[in-house]
C-alpha cells in the first residue's frame, strides 16, 4: 500500500524528484507587477500595491475592511487587541493548532484556555465550547468570567485546519450568549466558506497568512479583515506605528507596531490573488484524485466537512494507528514524497502545559494519526 502511494504521489506530480508538502506557484503577473514596484522605487512600507492588495482581497472574500500586515502572527495579535483582550485575560482556543496562534495570545500575556477539537472539521468543537462555558463561565455586568480562575474570557479563536471550515456560526452563537469575541484564525483557509460565507468574515474579526507555504503567498505577509468601521480604522492606525496623518510632522498617539506590509510584498500578492480561483479549481481536481486514490483503503482521506466549501490547502489522511502513521512518515519521506505529522498539541509544550483545559479527547486521538501529503497546485 506504502509503495501504492509513493507511484500513485510520483505520477500524480509528474516527477521522480523530491515532491515538497506544498511550493508556491507563480503563473500570472508577479515579474510584471514585482518590475513596476522597483522601477518606481517604492518597494517599502508605502506604495499603490499595498492599497490594491487589501482591495481586491476584500472583494473577493466578501468584507468590508481588509488592513495588510507583515504577517498573519501579526494578523492575530492586533486582531486579539481589537477584540479587547488585555494582560491577565484569557483566550479559549483548539489544542491542535499551529504555535502562532498561542504566540499571538501570549504577545498580549493573556492566557490561552483549550478547548477540544471536532473530529470531522478538525477545528474547534462548538459542542465541546458550550459544554465548557456551561460548565466554568458566567457573565457577569456582560462580560465573561471564568468561575474557576476569576479571569474574563474575552475572546475564543477557532482556527480553520488545513482550509477545512469550523462549524464557524455554531461557535458564534455560543459565543453571543457569553458575551464573547471570536476572532478567527483563518491563516489557512483563504478560498473556504461556511455556508456560503467565506471564513475569517463570520467573527468580529479574521486573519490570514500569505507565507510561502499558504494557497498564495506575498514571501511573507498577512490581512486582518473586518466589517467594523472603527475596528478597521484602529487596526490600519496601529498596525502603521500609530502615526497621525501629516505632510511632515512626526506625530504618534500611541505606542504602535511597525506591522506594515511592504509594497513589494504586496505586489507580488496582487499577482497571485488574481491566479486565485484557477489555484483553488486546481487544488479540487488534486483533491479528487486524491479521494478516489483512497476509496477502499486503511486510510481514511479527509474529505471536507458538510456546509462548507474547502480550499484543501494541504490535504490530510487519517492512519489507524500511531505506530502505522510513523511508519507512513518514515517510507513516504524516505523515499522523496514529503508528508507532515499534524501539530503536537498546543497543551504539551512548556509554555501552555499548565493552561487550563476542557476534555481533549479528539485532538489526542487526532494528533496520534493525522499526516498532511503533497499539496502543491498540479497544472
Ligand atoms: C493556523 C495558523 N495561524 C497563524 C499562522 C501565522 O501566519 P504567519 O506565518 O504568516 O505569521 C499560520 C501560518 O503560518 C497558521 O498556520
Redesign the pocket.
Known amino acids: 500500500m506504502l509503495q501504492e502511494f509513493i507511484s500513485f504521489t510520483k505520477k500524480t506530480f509528474n516527477t521522480e524528484e523530491f515532491i515538497p508538502l506544498h511550493a508556491p506557484i507563480f503563473l500570472g503577473n508577479e515579474k510584471e507587477y514585482l518590475n513596476e514596484c522597483i522601477d518606481s522605487t517604492f518597494v517599502s512600507s508605502v506604495g499603490k500595491f499595498v492599497d490594491q492588495f487589501e482591495a481586491d482581497l476584500a472583494k473577493f472574500i466578501g468584507v468590508k475592511h481588509a488592513i495588510a500586515t507583515s ?3 501579526a494578523a ?1 495579535h492586533i486582531g486579539l487587541l481589537m477584540a479587547g483582550v488585555q494582560e491577565g485575560d484569557e483566550v479559549i482556543t483548539q489544542p491542535l ?2 504555535i ?2 498561542c504566540n499571538a495570545i501570549s504577545y498580549i500575556k493573556a492566557q490561552p484556555v483549550f478547548v477540544d477539537v471536532d473530529k470531522k472539521t478538525l477545528g474547534l468543537s462548538a459542542e465541546k465550547l458550550k459544554h465548557f462555558l456551561d460548565k466554568n463561565a458566567v457573565v457577569v455586568n456582560e462580560e465573561c468570567i471564568n468561575k474557576i480562575t476569576k479571569r474574563k474570557i474575552k475572546a475564543v479563536v477557532p ?1 480553520h485546519t488545513f482550509g477545512f471550515a469550523a462549524d464557524i456560526t455554531e461557535i458564534i452563537d455560543i459565543c453571543n450568549q457569553y458575551s464573547i469575541n471570536v476572532v478567527e ?1 483563518a ?2 483557509s483563504l478560498g473556504s466558506y461556511y455556508k456560503g460565507k467565506h471564513t475569517g468574515t463570520h467573527g468580529l474579526v479574521g486573519a490570514f ?1 500569505f ?1 510561502g507555504n499558504k494557497t498564495i503567498t506575498t514571501g ?1 505577509g ?1 490581512m486582518l479583515v473586518t466589517n467594523d468601521d472603527s475596528i478597521a480604522l484602529k487596526a490600519k492606525h496601529i498596525t502603521t506605528t500609530a502615526k497621525i496623518p501629516h505632510p511632515w510632522d512626526y506625530e504618534h498617539d500611541m505606542v504602535g507596531f511597525n506591522y506594515r506590509l511592504p509594497n513589494i510584498n504586496a505586489a507580488l500578492g496582487c499577482a497571485q490573488l488574481e491566479k486565485l480561483p484557477y489555484i483553488l479549481e486546481r487544488k479540487k481536481i488534486l483533491s479528487n484524485k486524491y479521494d478516489t486514490f483512497f476509496k477502499n483503503k486503511t486510510i481514511q482521506y479527509l474529505k471536507g466537512p458538510k456546509d462548507s466549501n474547502s480550499n484543501y490547502w494541504l490535504n490530510a489522511i487519517i492512519l489507524e494507528n500511531l505506530k502505522e502513521r510513523n511508519n507512513f512518515l518514515k517510507v513516504t519521506n524516505e523515499n522523496g514524497v514529503m508528508t507532515r505529522p499534524i501539530w503536537k498539541l498546543m497543551t504539551k509544550l512548556t509554555m501552555f502545559k499548565n493552561s487550563q483545559i476542557g476534555n481533549l479527547d479528539n485532538a489526542e486521538w487526532l494528533e496520534e494519526r493525522v499526516v498532511n501529503i503533497p499539496s502543491s497546485v498540479i497544472i
Open positions: 504577517n498573519g502572527t492575530l493548532t499551529f502562532a496562534t482556527m484564525d491563516a489557512e497568512s507565507n511573507g498577512g
